[in-house]
């Protein structure tokens, strides 16, 4: 604390500080959550890459299989359906992948807000804060 202020302008820039770090700590569980989205979006588009190898793998089998097998018809089918049931995991797959950018969108939304002001901190969390610093700041100034 400046000696040279009034205690009520001393006060009011510890309440900024207080502020500021329990914005912070709204924010931060938010990032962490943020983090933990893209790591799944990463995961589902891993995912896409590898069902798309699959429906490659499949159709090139498909593409092999003799007309002179007397399972061929069967084991063609057996490809179709893979081949479907690749296509119907990537497409749920980048329709998660859409969802979790939105929850990605919604979350950077709700830090905009914090950092704003828009979402307050709490009154309480904000004088107890602020009590704590000036006790440390009055335990500084006692060491003087």
Do not use: F
């Amino acid at each position: 604390m400046d000696q040279n202020k009034p205690l009520n302008e001393n006060v009011k820039d510890l309440k900024l500080i207080a502020r500021d770090a329990l914005r912070k700590n709204l924010i931060s569980p938010i990032l962490a959550s943020i983090s933990s989205l893209k790591a799944s979006i990463v995961k589902r588009q891993e995912d896409v890459k590898e069902y798309k190898k699959d429906i490659l793998r499949s159709n090139y089998r498909a593409s092999k299989i003799e007309d002179a097998n007397p399972d061929a018809d069967d084991l063609r089918k057996e490809e179709v359906d893979c081949v479907k049931g690749s296509e119907e995991q990537i497409k749920n797959a980048e329709e998660g992948v859409k969802s979790l950018e939105k929850d990605i969108e919604s979350a950077e939304g709700e830090i905009k807000d914090i950092e704003s002001g828009k979402t307050k901190v709490s009154a309480e969390d904000l004088e107890a804060y602020v009590a704590k610093l000036v006790l440390e700041a009055a335990k500084v100034e006692v060491r003087k």
